[in-house]
């Protein structure tokens, strides 16, 4: 979509530095580094101040003025997330019209809302509930009781199943599979016994998860995630766990059962909690951190077991001298021979 400058400076209150032309038409939106005359560019980064004295955008998103950047400078605060409200008016996203696939095999006893989209092959069972304007790509699978809220997406190949519930807004990425059993064993002789997982899923308004991720049902309570929380690839959340809003579940992180965690927690790539805690609200763990008790106090934490931050970092720098202090203490022990 095509718009002008001035409709985006009115809808987003952006504050330009200098005076344009009122028909000024925005025609994309690039890097600094590749964006051409008639783009819109953006500069939330220091590491590449260089290149926005050298872009060829004719606009620029930023914080505050920098002097020297011949583009029009639009100043506002939080120009990231105003750039990514610009890119989802600029480029709405464009699902299948409402239809149902011949192929696909809806239950009797389905309810299935206005304007929604049922793909090719896709399965919808006994006593689910699917909401308006939501779309199921291909070969989905919505088990027995699952519900989805209004204008949620399911991409190809998504499993919910039974009793699994999604709010409004959900999207759930390809080949993701939510309500599958936990893993509950009880543990007779050397032999592993079953425990049914009799809990079910609960997914609040606004969620994202990617694809090849996995969310297992509760065992005897509900697995929950909480209202705009955004779960990247591949990413496995244990029966039971509850998460609170707004949280970041970075690729490849594990969370153990029955672990909590607050509002606004980040878990970065390859970290995880074992199971049974209690994480606090704004808290962080960094890339490859494990969390193995409560941490209830917000900040950054880092390393196996997870520590605070700067503690973790001293540490790291202390190891790195080990081998310098141990010759040392070898030439001192020469000395001493002497």
Same mark, same amino acid.
């Given at each position: 979509?095509?718009?002008?400058?001035?409709?985006?400076?009115?809808?987003?209150?952006?504050?330009?530095?200098?005076?344009?032309?009122?028909? *000024?038409?925005?025609?994309?939106?690039?890097?600094?580094?590749?964006?051409?005359?008639?783009?819109?560019?953006?500069?939330?980064?220091?590491?590449?101040?260089?290149?926005?004295?050298?872009?060829?955008?004719?606009?620029?998103?930023?914080?505050?003025?920098?002097?020297?950047?011949?583009?029009?400078?639009?100043?506002?605060?939080?120009?990231?997330?105003?750039?990514?409200?610009?890119?989802?008016?600029?480029?709405?996203?464009?699902?299948?019209?409402?239809?149902?696939?011949?192929?696909?095999?809806?239950?009797?006893?389905?309810?299935?809302?206005?304007?929604?989209? @049922?793909?090719?092959?896709? @399965?919808?069972?006994?006593?689910?509930?699917?909401?308006?304007?939501?779309?199921?790509?291909?070969?989905?699978?919505? !088990?027995? !009781?699952?519900?989805?809220?209004?204008?949620?997406?399911?991409?190809?190949? %998504?499993?919910?199943?039974?009793?699994?519930?999604?709010?409004?807004?959900?999207?759930?990425?390809?080949?993701?599979? @939510?309500?599958?059993?936990?893993?509950?064993?009880?543990?007779?002789?050397? %032999?592993?016994?079953?425990?049914?997982?009799?809990?079910?899923?609960?997914?609040?308004?606004? %969620?994202?998860?990617?694809?090849?991720?996995?969310?297992?049902?509760?065992?005897?309570?509900?697995? @929950?995630?909480?209202?705009?929380?955004?779960?990247?690839?591949?990413?496995?959340?244990?029966?039971?766990?509850?998460?609170?809003?707004?949280?970041?579940?970075?690729?490849?992180?594990?969370?153990?059962?029955?672990?909590?965690?607050?509002?606004?927690?980040?878990?970065?790539?390859?970290?995880?909690?074992?199971?049974?805690?209690?994480?606090?609200?704004?808290?962080? *763990?960094?890339?490859?951190?494990?969390?193995?008790?409560?941490?209830?106090?917000?900040?950054?934490?880092?390393?196996?077991?997870?520590?605070?931050?700067?503690?973790?970092?001293?540490?790291?720098?202390?190891?790195?001298?080990?081998?310098?202090?141990?010759?040392?203490?070898?030439?001192?022990?020469?000395?001493?021979?002497?």
């Amino acid at each position: 979509m095509i718009l002008k400058l001035k409709t985006l400076v009115e809808e987003f209150s952006l504050q330009p530095q200098s005076s344009f032309d009122d028909d *000024f038409v925005v025609t994309g939106v690039n890097t600094l580094k590749n964006a051409a005359e008639g783009e819109l560019s953006f500069f939330t980064n220091k590491k590449y101040r260089s290149d926005l004295f050298e872009t060829r955008a004719s606009a620029v998103l930023l914080e505050e003025p920098v002097a020297g950047c011949k583009a029009i400078q639009l100043v506002v605060k939080n120009p990231y997330a105003v750039l990514a409200r610009i890119l989802q008016k600029m480029f709405p996203e464009h699902l299948p019209p409402p239809a149902i696939h011949p192929t696909a095999v809806i239950s009797d006893k389905a309810t299935i809302g206005e304007n929604c989209y @049922i793909g090719p092959h896709c @399965i919808v069972s006994d006593d689910a509930v699917i909401g308006p304007g939501t779309s199921l790509m291909g070969n989905c699978h919505v !088990g027995k !009781g699952s519900t989805l809220g209004e204008k949620c997406v399911l991409y190809p190949s %998504v499993t919910l199943y039974h009793h699994v519930h999604l709010g409004d807004r959900v999207r759930v990425h390809a080949n993701s599979v @939510i309500g599958s059993d936990g893993f509950g064993y009880a543990q007779d002789n050397g %032999v592993h016994i079953k425990i049914p997982q009799l809990g079910g899923v609960r997914i609040e308004h606004d %969620v994202e998860i990617g694809s090849n991720t996995s969310i297992d049902r509760g065992a005897q309570l509900d697995t @929950i995630i909480g209202e705009g929380t955004k779960i990247d690839n591949c990413v496995q959340i244990g029966h039971g766990v509850q998460t609170g809003k707004h949280c970041l579940l970075i690729a490849q992180t594990g969370i153990a059962g029955s672990t909590m965690l607050g509002n606004h927690v980040i878990f970065a790539g390859q970290s995880g909690a074992v199971g049974h805690l209690k994480i606090g609200d704004k808290t962080a *763990f960094m890339v490859r951190a494990v969390a193995t008790k409560d941490t209830p106090k917000p900040g950054y934490y880092a390393g196996f077991p997870a520590r605070p931050a700067d503690q973790h970092h001293r540490e790291k720098a202390l190891i790195r001298r080990m081998d310098r202090l141990r010759k040392k203490v070898c030439e001192l022990e020469k000395c001493l021979k002497k």
